[in-house]
């Protein structure tokens, strides 16, 4: 009995998508960085602006004694859009055989690291890193590619302080499926997860269905803050009152989401750290620009926007001019 023309198509195909992974673990062990330095030494300017991004108040990273966060690991060895140039050939060849397979689309899965020893203010930055491992062809929702691991050991005046492992997922973009038929007409739209209120959150709810956003400040030394928190983060004083933003901010930060889909949102869509006119920020939706045309300073305005019949959520309105 003879295997049918769609099973040999099949067997084909697995066989050369095995060649071809053959040919990218042939990479793994090879260098991706070699000999990188860090454009700047451990400096507390730094520190500071990542504590205050983070909203991280922990003491120890403050004073004469401070160390850096030891989540701020791979900055130190971030190159910024000029680079470092200590990009090896090898890592350089291996995304080029899977741009010319198809897999021209790279997201960031997940990144791990280990530290062995705290970093202060002017420790020297050293790097280098290896290609780790390349997975077989994999299938997601976003697509079909490979998962690439890199491992960067990371030196501070020589010594080995941390070590840092990143994988990507370079694929080929999933075919968009066809317009699904629509649901009955008797079929409930999906919603949106409810807030969780409570009594240290409820007079910001209470002001949002005013359309009103309201920011804690402390009465005893007029900080404002920005979730809503029981005490000063400040001070520690318990005693505050509110004021009204003006709604005016700029995007601090953001990300575009684009997977998993989930119910009652539409991927992809922009998320953004947005900073107040006040000088607090808040993470929330933007609006009336492209998600791909929102940017770090891009200026927005408070709208308030119903998402169904219960729920009312502050956005902010870009605009593109």
Request: aromatic share 6%.
């Given at each position: 009995?003879?295997?049918?023309?769609?099973?040999?198509?099949?067997?084909?195909?697995?066989?050369?998508?095995?060649?071809?992974?053959?040919?990218?673990?042939?990479?793994?062990?090879?260098?991706?960085?070699?000999?990188?330095?860090?454009?700047?030494?451990?400096?507390?300017?730094?520190?500071?602006?990542?504590?205050?991004?983070?909203?991280?108040?922990?003491?120890?990273?403050?004073?004469?004694?401070?160390?850096?966060?030891?989540?701020?690991?791979?900055?130190?060895?971030?190159?910024?859009?000029?680079?470092?140039?200590?990009?090896?050939?090898?890592?350089?060849?291996?995304?080029?055989?899977?741009?010319?397979?198809?897999?021209?689309?790279?997201?960031?899965t997940d990144c791990e690291q280990e530290y062995l020893r705290p970093l202060r203010p002017g420790d020297a930055i050293t790097f280098d890193a290896v290609i780790e491992s390349v997975s077989p062809r994999k299938t997601t929702k976003l697509g079909t590619g490979h998962f690439v691991t890199t491992r960067m050991d990371v030196r501070a005046n020589g010594e080995l302080a941390g070590t840092h492992r990143f994988r990507i997922l370079k694929y080929a973009p999933a075919a968009k499926k066809p317009t699904e038929q629509a649901k009955p007409a008797s079929t409930k739209p999906a919603r949106r997860p409810r807030p969780v209120i409570n009594r240290d959150n409820q007079g910001f709810w209470d002001g949002v269905r005013e359309h009103r956003l309201l920011i804690q400040r402390c009465t005893a030394c007029a900080t404002l803050r920005f979730p809503w928190l029981p005490g000063c983060n400040t001070c520690g004083s318990p005693d505050w009152d509110t004021v009204e933003a003006s709604g005016a901010g700029t995007v601090f930060s953001y990300v575009v989401m684009h997977h998993p889909p989930f119910p009652a949102f539409d991927p992809p869509y922009a998320v953004a750290l947005v900073e107040l006119a006040e000088g607090v920020r808040m993470v929330s939706n933007i609006t009336g620009v492209p998600y791909d045309k929102v940017r770090i300073g891009l200026p927005v305005q408070l709208e308030f926007l119903r998402v169904d019949e219960e729920l009312e959520l502050p956005v902010f309105r870009g605009s593109e001019g």
């Open positions: 009995m003879t295997a049918s023309p769609a099973t040999e198509a099949t067997e084909e195909a697995e066989a050369e998508a095995a060649r071809f992974h053959t040919l990218l673990a042939s990479f793994e062990g090879q260098p991706a960085a070699t000999a990188g330095q860090g454009k700047d030494a451990v400096n507390e300017p730094m520190i500071r602006h990542w504590c205050e991004a983070m909203g991280d108040t922990n003491p120890a990273y403050t004073g004469p004694e401070a160390i850096a966060p030891p989540t701020m690991l791979q900055a130190w060895t971030m190159g910024g859009l000029s680079g470092h140039g200590d990009r090896s050939s090898a890592y350089d060849e291996l995304l080029a055989l899977l741009d010319g397979a198809g897999c021209t689309s790279v997201v960031a």
